[in-house]
């Protein structure tokens, strides 16, 4: 069946540096779609961003990834973590009409 | 906005005893699904529903049964708790519409514990 691949469990990064959070996927569907969630401590996951088509960049608050079909991929990017980007994210894909499976999460912490 | 409520936010069961999580959207969407959240697994699929007075199963559905009497209602039983059902149970809603990308609207979680 489909799953979601979400190789880090815990990254810790210095303010001001790079983001980049790794996504693989695998599915028997041609075009799937891929999704970033957020959850911040004592909340709900929210959507980040999301993504149908292949080899586009997609953006949201600061954050970019660009889904490869080529490599099943999808990994989440940003240029210069702030303190805020610490939270809990999943990868998550659409792989069958209404149903999603979602990654084991990566928890991102951010040091000052 | 879109709004999901979940009742009770938080809960201590005994164990056989019976759990009741209840889900109110007004969001006027079809889709309803629960999630349970446990540290290492991520978000797993229990139940979902398309429609009113029909349930479906998830990825992990053993142990646990769903209602949705309406609409706006949808309710994950668990007939006799056990320990290993101690998580953190989301539910959600989102649009069908014609393509799959349309966004997942979470309640605010609720925290079971069984002893």
């Known amino acids: 069946g489909d799953s979601v691949t979400q190789t880090e469990g815990l990254v810790t990064l210095t303010e001001g540096l790079p983001v980049m959070l790794n996504c693989t996927y695998q599915?028997?569907?041609?075009?799937?779609?891929l999704f970033w969630y957020v959850q911040h401590l004592n909340e709900s996951p929210r959507l980040l961003l999301k993504?149908?088509?292949?080899?586009k960049r997609t953006e949201h608050q600061g954050f970019h990834a660009t889904l490869h079909k080529s490599s099943s991929s999808f990994h989440l990017q940003k240029s210069s973590a702030q303190l805020s980007d610490s939270a809990l994210y999943y990868c998550?894909?659409?792989?069958?009409?209404?149903?999603?499976?979602f990654g084991q999460g990566t928890k991102l912490s951010i040091k000052p | 906005e879109a709004a999901v409520t979940q009742s009770p936010r938080s809960k201590v069961a005994v164990t056989g005893g019976k759990v009741t999580l209840s889900c109110h959207q007004t969001?006027?969407?079809?889709?309803m699904y629960w999630y349970r959240q446990d540290t290492g697994h991520g978000l797993r699929l229990i139940h979902y529903?398309?429609?009113?007075?029909?349930?479906e199963k998830g990825d992990i559905p053993d142990g646990y049964k769903a209602s949705r009497p309406s609409q706006e209602n949808f309710s994950l039983i668990l007939e006799l708790a056990s320990l290993s059902q101690t998580a953190v149970y989301f539910c959600?809603?989102?649009?069908?519409?014609?393509?799959?990308?349309?966004?997942?609207?979470f309640g605010e979680g609720s925290r079971l514990i069984v002893v």
């Open positions: 599915t028997i569907y041609s075009n799937p779609f």
């Open positions: 529903s398309y429609v009113a007075d029909s349930t």
């Open positions: 969001n006027n969407h079809d889709y």
């Open positions: 993504s149908f088509t292949d080899n």
């Open positions: 959600a809603s989102r649009w069908p519409g014609q393509g799959t990308g349309n966004t997942l609207y």
């Open positions: 998550a894909e659409n792989y069958n009409q209404g149903k999603l499976i």
